[in-house]
């Protein structure tokens, strides 16, 4: 079987991906900060589907984790992760240190647009602005074609795509849907945290969601409506807290009262010390 070419120091994958698009190959990215699983293995896939070189990064990026949150014990499995990479081919896989990402010394950052403030950027302020910063700097070690993110992020797919409009980078951004487990949990690099009791509690989230768009297929049009009804569901699985849980416009990612065009449902939980997040886009009949 084909192995990924693993890459530690950016300038050289830079160089790289220079070659490949000078001989007129299309380069796709999938930024990560690893212990993969199949949603981000359904990136990748896009990204071979429509490019000619797939480079997967691997950054556990600091910037974005507030004290106190999880940075220290995020799952790395790197040997793991090139096991699963190698299904793919070519798969060119930046593994950077700490220092190639920032410099010593290096005090410049992004800050995030206006649309990382609400939602995520109320429970977690600085966070947006370290996901935009190593971004770009990714965007800059790996100067590919297109860049490949997941729905199941929906703010963060929202900020880059601002970035990169604001900050004119030469990249097509695309999403991608949200892939779930068999039962309808959002897979998360995170969900290993989870015990097989709490397990069971975090899909109530999938299963609100759904409700919640059923609800909306049939008729329902009151988001205060929707949303009681759904902490009602979590709160009865046994989720205690709710850290938000919103219908919103999914471009300005503006709360919506009267859902009479597509929405997002946004819902960000813990569940024990896990936090977790999903969302769903949907759309009223009449706007079908
Ligand atoms: N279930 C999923 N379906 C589709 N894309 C996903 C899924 N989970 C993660 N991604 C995407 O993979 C990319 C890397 O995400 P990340 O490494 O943070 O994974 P994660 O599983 O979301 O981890 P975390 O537990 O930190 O949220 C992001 O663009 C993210 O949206
Ligand atoms: C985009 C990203 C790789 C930046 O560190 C991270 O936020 C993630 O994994 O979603
Ligand atoms: N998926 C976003 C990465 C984070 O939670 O830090």
């Not at 990924?4 to 830079?14: E, G, I, T, Y």
């Not at 106190?68 to 790197?78: Q, S």
């Not at 397990?199 to 009151?222: H, K, P, Q």
């Not at 503006?254 to 859902?259: F, L, M, N, Y």
Request: hydrophobic share 45%.
């Amino acid at each position: 079987m084909p192995q990924p070419q693993v890459f530690h120091d950016p300038s050289q994958l830079r160089a790289e991906i220079r070659q490949a698009q000078a001989e007129g190959k299309r380069v796709g990215v999938v930024p990560t900060m690893g212990a993969l699983h199949e949603g981000h293995l359904s990136l990748a896939a896009e990204s071979a589907a429509t490019c000619d070189v797939t480079v997967v990064t691997i950054f556990v990026n600091p910037t974005q984790f507030a004290p106190g949150e999880d940075f220290a014990k995020y799952p790395r499995t790197l040997e793991a992760d090139l096991q699963l990479l190698s299904r793919f081919d070519p798969v060119w896989v930046l593994v950077p240190e700490v220092e190639a990402i920032y410099p010593p010394g290096s005090t410049t950052v992004v800050k995030a647009p206006k649309i990382a403030l609400p939602w995520e950027g109320a429970f977690r302020p600085t966070h947006f602005d370290g996901v935009a910063t190593v971004v770009l700097k990714l965007f800059q070690a790996c100067p590919a074609d297109a860049a490949f993110f997941g729905q199941k992020d929906f703010q963060q797919v929202r900020v880059i795509e601002e970035m990169v409009r604001d900050l004119l980078v030469p990249i097509e951004v695309v999403r991608c849907p949200i892939v779930r487990e068999e039962d309808g949990l959002a897979m998360s690099s995170r969900n290993r945290y989870l015990s097989a009791e709490e397990r069971e509690v975090a899909l109530s989230i999938s299963l609100g969601l759904n409700d919640a768009a059923e609800r909306i297929a049939a008729g329902e049009t009151s988001a205060e409506s929707l949303l009681h009804k759904m902490e009602a569901s979590l709160r009865s699985a046994g989720i205690g807290e709710i850290d938000y849980l919103a219908v919103a416009d999914p471009r300005t990612l503006e709360s919506v009262q009267t859902i009479s065009a597509e929405v997002v449902i946004l819902v960000a939980v813990r569940v024990g010390t896990t936090r977790l997040i999903d969302n769903m886009l949907v759309s009223p009949p009449a706007s079908n």
